[in-house]
């Protein structure tokens, strides 16, 4: 199989084949253009399919170009719109996956996520001051910043619910109306870890947060588990030692191994910052974050079912920012039919958003948070 994820930050391009593959890359600066041999392939339709594939709005990717090369390479041409910086690599099977061969193409200068968020926020106050609006009075004494963590994406489909709604659909959808509700607010402002449809490794999606200067981390998620009558919503926090029951433990097992799914590239540098940020966790970030995650899961028990009703722990990845209240919220279970059908539909997932948005508008006014050394 070929598949493209073309988003803002990179494009992914993923080859699906039946065993390991050998490979070169050359990255040609004038025209720039990025050339891939394949070895040990013949031209098929598969590889063909990529040309038809790459979009013409792709960020990166002008056009490609795939030829048989010589007996037993097949090269794959990618011409570029700007300078790059490729990452190509192996993944082993994994989950669904058989053996992958992964192209990302970043920009050679990546954006900064604060810069971004900092546009946006001028661009809303510049809306706000020519429609001169009133406003009430902010509930705190400064701007928040609210990361959005939608769960998976790209190349990592998350749970699949026996109607075919995928997590990762569900969880950006959610995700995008709470941004919206958290935008309206004159005091807040809201930063989506992603966007689109792709692949954000657990420890960037921390990092990411970490750069925005993020008062609160929400990881936005729809599981399953592996019997179909579990049912309700749940919301984590961080735990150092054991999980707070079986199936909190079987669950952040299954998000942590995201990286695999969705294909990582672990070099050594990044393999010393996921080792750090796991080691990173504070007594202050549970407490802070476990009062947070109280008042989410009273707002998500008057939208639907909760699956217990007290906030569980368990050792999720992405939740351990040393200095920012972070909880991971379960909306429902996906491999429940029922529960499946009410996540596929917009009117829940409103209902969701809007249970999330009043959890965190209550927390800062319970909890204002401090003045920051420095004004962002």
Known sequence: ?????????????????????RH???????????????????????????????????????????????????????????????QVFALAPAGSYGHRLVIDLYPAQPDDPLQALLQDVREREEREERAARAVEPPAVTRLVTVAIDPGHGGEDPGAIGKGGTREKDVVLAIAQRLRERISREPNMRAFLTRDADYFVPLAVRVQKARRVQADLFVSIHADAFVRPDARGASVFVLSEGGASSSTARWLAERENQ????????????????????????TDTQIR??????????????????????????????????????????????????AEERRLADPDYQAK?????HTGIRHYFIKYPPPARLKPT
């Open 1 to 21: 199989a070929v598949r493209v994820w073309p988003a803002r930050e990179y494009t992914r391009i993923a080859l699906e084949l039946d065993e390991a593959l």
């Open 24 to 86: 070169t890359e050359l990255l040609v600066p004038d025209p720039p253009r990025l050339v891939v041999d394949l070895e040990g392939l013949e031209l098929d339709a598969a590889l063909r399919d990529l040309v038809a594939k790459v979009r013409t709005d792709d960020p990166f990717i002008r056009q490609v170009r795939v030829g048989q090369f010589k007996p037993g390479v097949v090269r794959v041409v990618f011409d570029l719109k700007a300078e790059i910086a490729p």
């Open 258 to 281: 995201a990286d695999l799914i969705g294909g990582l590239n672990l070099g050594r540098r990044n393999r010393e910052v996921a080792q750090l940020l796991l080691q990173m966790s």
């Open 288 to 337: 802070d974050s476990s009062n947070f995650a109280r008042i989410v899961l009273g707002q998500l028990g008057t939208v639907g079912e909760l699956h217990k009703p007290a906030v569980e722990q368990a050792g999720f990845a992405v939740l351990k920012a040393p200095d920012i209240p972070s909880v991971l919220v379960e909306t429902a279970f996906i491999s429940n039919p």
């Open 352 to 356: 969701v958003a809007q249970a999330i």
